[in-house]
């Protein structure tokens, strides 16, 4: 844990990771399938390598997309509604 990208990409995770677990012990929801989850994941490993690789930027548009899709596909705010 040595670039800010590696916290980065860790939040996200975290986050991505703590609603899998919220969701999985909720009742089955309709189109919510464990699948979903993966390109997120994907984003996070992306946001680091590419971070750890010196593209500041491009690091920063991945994790903007990967929330981007988290919040778009996944839909972690309709739990406060």
């Known amino acids: 844990m040595h670039s ?4 980065l ?4 995770f975290v986050g991505l990771s703590l609603l899998f677990l919220h969701r999985s ?7 919510d399938h464990p699948i979903k989850y ?4 994907f984003g996070c490993i992306a946001t680091d390598f590419v971070g750890n ?3 500041s930027f491009l690091a920063w548009l ?3 997309v990967t929330v981007g899709y988290i919040v778009w ?4 705010l309709e739990f406060f509604r």
Do not use: N
């Open 4 to 7: 800010r990208y590696d916290w």
């Open 9 to 12: 990409s860790l939040a996200i």
């Open 25 to 31: 012990l909720d009742e089955a929801r309709q189109g």
């Open 38 to 41: 993966i390109p997120a994941a």
């Open 53 to 55: 690789a010196e593209q």
């Open 62 to 64: 991945i994790a903007a």
């Open 73 to 76: 596909v996944l839909k972690p």
